[in-house]
């Protein structure tokens, strides 16, 4: 079968760094991708991994790890407005994109 | 670009009644993805429509349908409603590298 894995809420301080891992049960998938989403908002894409290795955006940056069926999402410098439900998401050979259920990362200040 | 448009936006339905939903991907994008999202399920696939085929189906009753039209709009059609429908239902357009899905704001619908 196809599965995400990824914890269901993450509580952080403002300032800090937090990191959301994924992992996967599937096979034949081009990349993995993050996306955030707000209380009533659409989810919004953050970051796409087709290689092993990090990929760094800004504050936010993305791993993966093929072999380790595994990745991770780094964000760093945390303030208030990243408080928000993030997912992991796989794009499968044949074109579909299958969603994690989503950590919910609570902040501090 | 306008971005992908889902309307209507809010929807009160009754059991047994049927549904459709309509969203209008970004203008080139040819690849549209439903999914169904209530709390702590995540995102459900249902399908996935491009150039006007269905490529992809999730694991959802029959009673879930879709399709999408030359201009790659796409509807989804719910039948015989039961109160376990509730939810956002969501709908993302891809262009032909498909690494980024670019949702709409979702349809939520409610039903009593």
């Not at chain 1, 990929?55 to 760093?76: C, N, P, V, W």
């Not at chain 2, 993805?33 to 399908?47: E, H, I, K, N, V």
């Not at chain 2, 015989?80 to 429908?85: A, R, S, Y």
């Amino acid at each position: 079968g196809q599965s995400l894995e990824q914890p269901s809420e993450v509580t952080a301080v403002e300032g800090a760094i937090v990191q959301i891992n994924c992992t996967y049960q599937t096979s034949g998938f081009y990349g993995l991708s993050w996306y955030q989403q707000h209380d009533g908002g659409a989810p919004t894409f953050l970051s796409y991994n087709a290689l092993d290795g990090l990929e760094e955006t800004g504050r936010f940056s993305s791993f993966l790890s093929r072999s380790d069926s595994y990745g991770y999402l780094l964000l760093q410098e945390l303030q208030m407005k990243d408080s928000a439900s993030y997912f992991c998401a796989v794009r499968h050979r044949d074109d579909k994109i299958i969603f994690g259920k989503g950590t919910r990362l609570h902040i501090l200040p | 670009k306008a971005g992908v448009t889902q309307t209507p936006r809010y929807l009160i339905k009754t059991r047994g009644q049927q549904v459709t939903l309509s969203c209008s991907p970004i203008s080139g994008h040819r690849s549209v993805s439903w999914y169904q999202q209530t709390p702590g399920q995540g995102l459900q696939f249902l399908f996935e429509y491009f150039s006007e085929t269905q490529r992809n189906k999730g694991n959802f009753p029959g009673r879930f349908s879709g399709r999408q039209f030359s201009n790659s709009r796409s509807e989804m059609n719910v039948s015989t409603l039961e109160l376990g429908d509730s939810a956002l239902y969501l709908c993302a357009s891809s262009g032909t590298e498909n690494t980024e899905a670019f949702f709409g704001q979702g349809t939520r619908l409610t039903v009593v």
